[in-house]
Structures are given as structure tokens and as C-alpha cells.
């Protein structure tokens, strides 16, 4: 019987990706993923055999895994970021429910609240929340209520998927309700193209951010209530107690 | 002038690592950290200068790396899981405020929320929460209502630090104030030494987790309220929409 790993491939370069996720790729038969990630590696594994699904076809492309598994076969399946932080992982294990003799092995990445928050300096620096705003597979409601959750807690906030071309005004909304428990002065960042040659970040503040422009590249920041810009970049204190001046 | 880079290194042996922390790491003339994880690259890295200082004395730490830096040293602070979370990169950025010519760089690092996850499963597959239970730097009061909060908001939830020598009641009382509005039933799991030799898992009810002994080397999870058991594994589903059977 074959295996599957579910590979986070980290935000996109190969630097960024773990030693453990290389090891599952140079172990596997066949790499299937999505076309813009199995493309990244094309060129280091010419070698073996590689399958991609277009976007939206994550049930094909799973089920198109076991089918190479109960061949016999060692197949890693490619995500960016994590493999289980909205990634495929969840998935692969829910279609595999009938077929325990299959070894499914997670390998996780950096996710893109990791990435981009070293990018931004230290916007994670203490409790946080990963809210992703694409109303794909979750209704819109429930999105405002878990933002709205995640401002009376006076968490951190990582911003994923914050607008697309079909729904240009979720970011906008999302600072509104925000800023119904915060002030409009917090300090914000955000990062577009994390890992790429055209990676690029921002400080603002929440008032800001609901004018900026952005896109599925685009990773947004809230800070909680002690967030500070400390030399253009945006830091949380891994405390509340002021033990460390 | 020199650079400090504030590295990541994941849950434990080289493996989790990324391969842009351990570039850092060989471009570095001093490593420097808490001693349980410096001694973790001694033998790797023994023509290099190591320096450690113990638990709690963090602004020391970054105080070292600040002044080896200024004396023109590359210096990589390390820390265990990522950078940012709960780790080091915000108190080096406040201390180094005032030192603008001394470069300094975060590298992300698998934080256990992702390290966990990958070993229960998938069980961060939607929006999340990471809460830690320590309140040596944050007020208990605080913790309660970022758990309140979570659980309201219907977001999974990665627990750190449950419980320690000095505070060992602390998952129960988090259990308690979750379970106001979490169903006793509701699939959780738990994962000890992340990436060591003894990792192990267990999944469970919220009704049983508040009985489970766990210390500083567990991390906890709590699913939302779509999350199921599935083979042992704990899984969060990508979306709310019932689109994927």
C-alpha cells in the first residue's frame, strides 16, 4: 500500500520550505498540487512523475491521490503556507475516512500569519487569531461574528484572503466592524507577495486600512492593544506586565 | 555594523527547520539563545561562538545580541517554534529601537500550533485561535476573556503552555470557561514533545480534556464546531458548505 504526505510548502521559495517537507518530496513517486505550486518544482524534480488540478478542484485532486496510493504508490500532496491552515490537508484526511491501510502523513510549513509577520517584524507577538475573509465555503456572517470575536478579545489578527476581484469590499467591511471595538489609530500592517521577488510591506493604522487596495497576495495585520511601529515595523509585546524597560 | 537575525528553528531537531533559518544560522559569527535550544546545535555548529543565558532572562539575551551586533558581529538570537509568536523578535525590536544601523531580520519557524496540528491531523483547517495560559506576563483576567471569546466565535483553538508546576489547574479552568459555550462533546485533542522522541497524541472530548495532565511540553487544540474525529485524527473541515461529499 502506498502513502501520502500533505506537504506545506512554506510561502513559495524553496529556502522557506522545512527540511522535513524536502525529505517527503525526494521520498515520494508522484507530487500532485495545484498548478501554480507543482510548477515551483518542476524544474528540481524532473525526475518524477507530476499531476496537477486546476484551482477549485481540491476534491479531484485528492481523490486522484488515494487512487495513486491504493497503486502503491508514495504521493505528496503540495499546498503553500501549511499543509492544515486552510489547506488541503482536512480534506485529504475526510476523503481517506474508508481507506485506514493508507498512511497519511502531515508535514507542516510556514503559514502566510508566520511568513508575513517576520516580514512585518513581530505583528504575532502574543495571543492571536488567522480569520480569513473569503466567503467561499463559509457564510459571511459567521466571518463578521468571528471578527468581532477576535476584537472584544483584543487579539492579534492575521488577515487572510482579504479581497479578490469578485468581492473587492470584504477588507473594507471587515475594518468597519473592526472598528466598532477598536480605535482607529491601532496600528496595522500588511504584506503583499510574501517569499516572491516582489515582496513588499506596509504599516498603517486601522482607520488606513480599509482604504489600501488589496488582493489574494496579500496578507493583512490588526495589532492588539499594545501594538506598536517601532522603526516602520509593527510589533506586539509578548506581554501585558511592563517588566522589560 | 552588524545584524542580528531572530531565528525560528521549529519544534526541535533540524528537520522542522526551514532552510532559510539554517542559512542564517551558518552565516552567523554567534548564536545566541536559551540554553536548552543552543545546546541543540553545539555539535553542529561547534567553530562557532555560542552563547546562552537561562530561562527568564530574555532582555539579557537581546541586550547580548544588540552589543555583539554593534561590535560588528552577525549574530542569530534563536528561538524554539517561530520567531515572532510568543518569541523573541518583538523584545529584540523594542530594544534595539534606538539602533537603527544595526540590521535586523526575523525568520519564520514552525510554530506547535502547525507542528501539532500536522501530528493530531488537521485540526486548524479554518479560522483559529493560538491562546497561551501563561500569565507570568499576562493578566488571568485577560486569558479568560480571549478564551470566551474563541469559544464564542466558533474558531478552533491552539492551546500553549496548559499548565506548569507553579500553575497546574489552569486547562481546567480554561475547560470551564470554554465549556459555557462549547458542548461537552466536542472533539479536542492534545500533542506532548512535538518533534522529540517521545511525541505522542491523544484525542478526546472537551468533557475529558479538563482531566487530562498536561505540563509546558503540551500543546492543546480545540476544534470548531464542525470538527470531527476521524481515524484517531482530529479534522477540521476547509469550509462550512457541505460541498465536498
Redesign the interface.
Known sequence: MGKIYVV?M?PGK???????A??ALDNSDIIIGYTVYVDLLREKYKDKELLTTGMRQ??DRCELCLSKAKDGKTVSLVCSG??????M???M???A?ND?DIEIE??????AA??G???L????????????LSN????WE??E??L???A????CIAIYNPSSKSRPDHLKKACEILAEDIESTRPCGIVRNIGREEQSFTVCTLGELSEIETDMFTTVFIGNSKSEI??E?L???????E??K
Open positions: 506545506g512554506g524553496e529556502k522557506y520550505m522545512t527540511f522535513e524536502k525529505e481540491e476534491v501549511d499543509a492544515g491552515v486552510y489547506g490537508a482536512s480534506l484526511l475526510q476523503i475516512r485506514q502531515v508535514v507542516a510549513g510556514v503559514t508566520l511568513s509577520g517576520a516580514v517584524g513581530a505583528p504575532l507577538g502574543h495571543d492571536f487569531c488567522v480569520i480569513s467561499l465555503l463559509t457564510p459567521l466571518i461574528k468571528r468581532k470575536s477576535a472584544v478579545g483584543d487579539f517601532i522603526n515595523r510589533v506586539t509585546p509578548r506581554g501585558y506586565v517588566h522589560e
